[in-house]
């Protein structure tokens, strides 16, 4: 059961375009939401992350918008450059970043020139 | 700071071999290891939490006696594939977890990449 589902599988922006990527989750237990950053054959990299008591967050071109009663966290890139191009994924955990990670599905993200 | 090392990075072998992975903290010290595994164009999946001086915790469907987890340091834990097999063939990654800087956050190896023939 994929406790944290992402969307889209695949986006394709052009360079200077606003990136977004979403993901819900279903257990309120959940109070950290980070983003990770992956290139090929490389581990993933935290990007930012987010706790449910604000709803939203910005480091630098990386936004990330919080829904709490929606249950939603969304990932905006914003003048989105060829160096983004990789795999996003959300995950939720309980308390901290050091504890058990559930996953997003994943977006493989492409910026064209 | 936080870097987590994984050893080898790539690694082919042939099916019924044993091979082992090492993932090693470099600047910090990790109680707590992750071993995650991930198939191509798919996400991680958890496969067992590693704690420093005692036994891994695996999750549900992950062979204990195949996959072969050791935490003998506060900067090592090592996965050993036991008799692999092609369909272990994957992306193994590991991620441990800093507590002691109050950053309280995992962080990721470069992952392994075995080839089982």
């Known amino acids: 059961q994929q406790q944290v589902k992402q969307s889209p599988q695949s986006l394709i922006v052009q360079k200077g375009g606003i990136s977004i990527i979403n993901c819900a989750y279903e257990?309120?237990?959940?109070?950290?939401f980070p983003w990770y950053q992956q290139f090929p054959g490389k581990g993933p990299a935290l990007l930012i992350a987010i706790r449910p008591d604000v709803s939203e967050k910005k480091e630098g071109r990386f936004t990330i918008s919080f829904n709490k009663s929606a249950k939603q966290f969304s990932l905006h890139i914003m003048d989105s450059q060829p160096g983004d191009s990789a795999t996003y994924f959300c995950a939720a955990s309980i308390g901290t970043g050091a504890n058990n990670l559930f996953f997003g599905t994943g977006t493989r993200l492409t910026v064209i020139p | 700071g936080a870097v987590v090392s994984q050893h080898p990075s790539r690694v082919i072998c042939k099916s019924g071999t044993s091979v082992k992975i090492e993932c090693r903290s470099l600047?910090?010290?990790?109680?707590?290891m992750f071993w995650y595994r991930q198939f191509p164009k798919q996400s991680l999946m958890l496969m067992a939490t590693s704690n420093e001086g005692s036994k891994a915790t695996y999750e549900q469907g992950v062979e204990k006696d195949k996959f072969l987890i050791n935490h003998a340091s506060l900067t090592l834990s090592t996965l050993t594939v036991t008799s692999a097999h092609p369909e272990d063939s994957s992306f193994y990654i590991c991620?441990?977890?800093?507590?002691?800087?109050?950053?309280?956050?995992?962080?990721f190896g470069p992952g392994t990449r075995l080839t089982v023939t």
């Open positions: 257990n309120t237990a959940f109070d950290y």
């Open positions: 600047d910090f010290q990790a109680t707590t």
């Open positions: 991620s441990a977890r800093d507590v002691g800087t109050g950053a309280y956050e995992q962080y």
